[in-house]
């Protein structure tokens, strides 16, 4: 029996690994970079080895350092986690060389899915149907994708997680596209080699989760709908799908299952699928490990994939058989990330200035609208306020998954869920996640993976209206009553209590913007004069920034978070407003940070993000016109073109590729 697992992997998916761990009574090794020093999975784990250096290939790629810490600490297995080194044959064969028990399939059967080539040609063999495509060399594509016809989607043989991979509309992009797609490969994968697929319109994207043991039963634990996606990178999946029909159910699931058995899989594995709008099913790629996504599956199914991948690694069978597997409830996972929406999902690193997981509570005012069966999961880095956001891994933050007895219960509970999630200090998805649930498109299901992409600046209005709809009168009513309340804040003195208005009744509030003129009545409870009409408002805390507003009887739940003295975050159903109190003195607590350029003036181009520079596009005494791209800034996984505002001359390039990066660095000098 396996007795020390040693989770060559980070965060999130770490801690998640040494909960099952834990549960079934095996010690847990934690690796980690001088960036990872403070993170939880690193205290929670029995023992903890450094790995020195400050590149990926140092630390979380570095094969050799892994395998000798586990050597070391005694650790008889190796649970892989998802990305780095998850997928990587090599790696495999490496844990078995040194005796040590890989938790995941056999490398022949990782090799013959890791790449998405070999992948195409085993799915054929097994009679899955795929998409039209061409595999070849650079060269042969160059010659050959004309026979495709456009929209042609090229990706990274070696690729997953929606990285190595671009859609390219027309042939005056195709070149370019293909050179940074395989440029993105070697970089992430170590594989340059890329194909060309056809690109089915509206597809939506569904998996079927495989588990198999090595006496030779494979099942299925049914499917998820993960069509979800951001620059192919999903941010919400649910299970079971609302898409499929029974029958289309059941042969998507029958083919996943062949596929698998055809290479002889066992542990945990996905198969992907696109679903065209007929619901034709084509297969896209199989992940040889557990999935970010795998929590829906586990809610709805009451199964834990990471002690069934423990179990078949040790040899066990598998303790129950597909009559068994049944779908219960429904289940919503939203991926919060370390990204702007308004600003095409820019990544956001920095420092977490308030920090607040949600959580069903019984005191909690949101849980009388919650199904009283309903389920609450958070799977996350256990991030605390003052915690850095690095630059330098993914985005993703947490992942917040509820289940409930059918998909508008789910759906109703996962908004009560993003309502108490606060994140302060950088840009997140919440606000944009919480707006997406609430959107008609959602709840009528008419969505594809390229719905977001095609509809942001649609859903970013409809957001921007919604937020309009709601009455002024209650943000600016909550902060008031913050404002007066001496429970929970740090009054200086009495001035920054009443403020300047104090020998006045009439006060101005900017409220989102606007100005707002109101009358205090008096102070406690507050009741005041707006637009001719008399109000009364108080506050209940609940937790945190959590409090209950009742503002003339009638009850609200607000996230109310005063980031310096006199301005106030008010957080109603998912929104965010700001109220400013002008009158109140806030130059003590005031935060002057520094600019962040963003390249809008010709000779100052700087990065919008910290990052680091992957390719220049020009150098010194090139002409260029406004739009052209100068150089990529790689920054979270995630390649960002830096763009010349305006016709200019490159006077000088003052980076050079492989430069880490930040805000206030000029990186190309223009000149008019």
């Known amino acids: ?44 784990a029995d023992q903890a080895v450094l790995l020195p250096g400050f590149q990926l290939a140092d630390t979380y790629l570095n094969m050799e350092a892994i395998i000798t810490a586990a050597v070391e600490t005694g650790a008889d297995a190796i649970h892989p986690g998802y990305g780095f080194l998850s997928e990587n044959a090599a ?33 054929t063999r097994a009679g899955v149907p795929v998409t039209p495509g061409i595999t070849g060399s650079t060269g042969e594509l160059l010659k050959s994708y004309s026979s495709i016809g456009f929209p042609i989607l090229i990706k990274a043989a070696a690729g997953g997680g929606g990285k190595g991979m671009r859609v390219v509309e027309n042939e005056d992009d195709f070149h370019l596209a293909l050179e940074a797609t395989a440029r993105e490969a070697k970089n992430y994968f170590g594989d340059s080699t890329v194909y060309i697929e056809k690109y089915i319109a509206k597809p939506r994207h569904i998996e079927v989760q495989v588990l198999g043991d090595q006496q030779g039963k494979l099942l299925h634990l049914y499917e998820r709908e993960c069509s979800l996606q951001r620059r192919h990178q999903k941010i919400a999946e649910e299970a079971p799908s609302p898409t499929l029909s029974k029958e289309v159910r059941e042969k998507i699931c029958a083919a996943a299952v062949a596929l698998a058995r055809s290479i002889g899989y066992y542990s945990a594995g996905t198969m992907e699928f696109l679903v065209d709008e007929s619901l034709n099913f084509y297969f896209l790629e199989m992940n040889t490990r557990i999935q970010v996504e795998h929590p829906v599956t586990e809610l709805s199914r009451g199964i834990d994939i990471v002690e069934q991948q423990i179990k078949t690694a040790n040899g066990e069978p598998l303790s129950f058989n597909q009559a068994d597997v049944v779908q219960r409830g429904h289940a919503i996972e939203c991926r919060i990330y370390a990204e702007d929406p308004a600003q095409h999902f820019l990544p956001s690193p920095g420092i977490l200035k308030y920090y607040q997981e949600p959580l069903f509570d019984a005191a909690s005012f949101q849980t009388s609208i919650l199904s009283s069966s309903a389920t609450l999961r958070v799977d996350g880095m256990q991030l605390q306020t003052g915690d850095i956001i690095s630059g330098d891994f993914d985005p993703m933050i947490s992942k917040v998954i509820v289940w409930a007895p059918n998909r508008k219960e789910a759906r109703q509970a996962m908004l009560s869920a993003l309502q108490q999630y606060a994140i302060k200090g950088i840009h997140t998805n919440i606000e944009f996640l919480s707006g997406l649930l609430q959107h008609p498109d959602y709840i009528g299901n008419n969505i594809s993976t390229k719905y977001i992409d095609q509809n942001l600046e649609a859903i970013t209005e409809k957001l921007l209206q919604k937020k309009k709809q709601v009455d002024s009168i209650i943000p600016l009513a909550a902060a008031l009553a913050k404002s007066l309340s001496a429970t929970g804040n740090q009054v200086l003195n009495i001035w920054q209590t009443i403020g300047y208005w104090r020998h006045c009744s009439t006060m101005d509030v900017l409220v989102d913007g606007d100005w707002a003129v109101i009358n205090l009545v008096r102070a406690s409870p507050p009741a005041f004069l707006y637009k001719d009409q008399q109000h009364q408002a108080e506050i209940r805390h609940i937790q945190g920034i959590d409090y209950v507003l009742t503002l003339n009887g009638i009850s609200y739940q607000a996230a109310i978070y005063e980031p310096r003295t006199g301005t106030y975050e008010i957080t109603l159903n998912g929104i965010t407003h700001t109220v400013v109190r002008p009158d109140m003195s806030h130059v003590d607590s005031e935060v002057f940070e520094a600019h962040s350029g963003t390249g809008d003036t010709a000779g100052n181009i700087t990065s919008p993000m910290p990052g680091k520079v992957i390719k220049l596009h020009v150098k010194a005494g090139q002409q260029v016109k406004k739009g052209d791209i100068l150089l990529v800034v790689e920054a979270m996984k995630m390649e960002n073109n830096i763009i010349s505002t305006n016709d200019a001359t490159v006077q000088e390039v003052l980076v050079k590729e492989g430069d880490k990066v930040d805000t206030t660095m000029k990186l190309v000098e223009l000149s008019e």
Not at 94 to 119: H, V
Request: charged share 20%.
């Open 91 to 123: 790696f495999v064969e490496a844990c078995t060389k040194a005796g040590i028990t890989f938790i995941g399939p056999s490398a022949e059967a990782m090799r013959s899915m890791g790449n998405k080539i070999a992948a195409r040609h085993c799915a």
């Open 1 to 44: 029996m396996i007795k020390k697992i040693l989770i060559a992997n980070r965060g999130e998916i770490a801690l998640r690994v040494q909960r099952t761990a834990k549960k079934m009574g095996i010690a847990t090794v934690a690796i980690y970079s001088n960036a990872d020093v403070q993170s939880a999975f690193v205290k929670q």
